[in-house]
Nanobody, 121 residues
Framework: QVQLVESGGGLVEPGGSLRLSCVVS????????MGWYRQAPGKQRELVAK???????SYGEAAKGRSTISRDDAENTMYLQINALIPEDTAVYYC???????????????WGQGTQVTVSS
């Protein structure tokens, strides 16, 4: 079973900061990667940041240099901190995990329900 629950979105003024949380519940699967994506109106979903191969981190072009991904394995929670927010950061932010049941099985991606972030004065 895989369950992802995001929280922390909202309305933020330009220049502000936001921390998003995703409670990750995965049983009976191995996790290939877990991370954050975002989708702005009329645009494709894009990578913000993700963990791969354990603790390796990959950042996408979205909010690069202003975002930090982190995790608390004891709390099964992943975080995304974004600083110096700009209106272009307005989007629905999604938590994602890619899992497989056994080592040589095809990977399967799961998405959370998304949390809206709006940057506006």
């Amino acid at each position: 079973q895989v369950q992802l629950v995001e929280s922390g979105g909202g309305l933020v003024e330009p220049g502000g900061s936001l921390r998003l949380s995703c409670v990750v519940s995965v049983t009976s699967f191995m996790i290939d990667s877990m991370g954050w994506y975002r989708q702005a109106p009329g645009k494709q979903r894009e990578l913000v940041a993700k963990f791969t191969s354990g603790s390796s981190i990959s950042y996408g072009e979205a909010a690069k240099g202003r975002s930090t991904i982190s995790r608390d394995d004891a709390e099964n929670t992943m975080y995304l901190q974004i600083n110096a927010l700009i209106p272009e950061d307005t989007a629905v932010y999604y938590c994602n995990v890619v899992v497989r049941r056994r080592l040589f099985d095809n990977p399967i991606g799961y998405w959370g329900q998304g949390t809206q972030v709006t940057v506006s004065s």
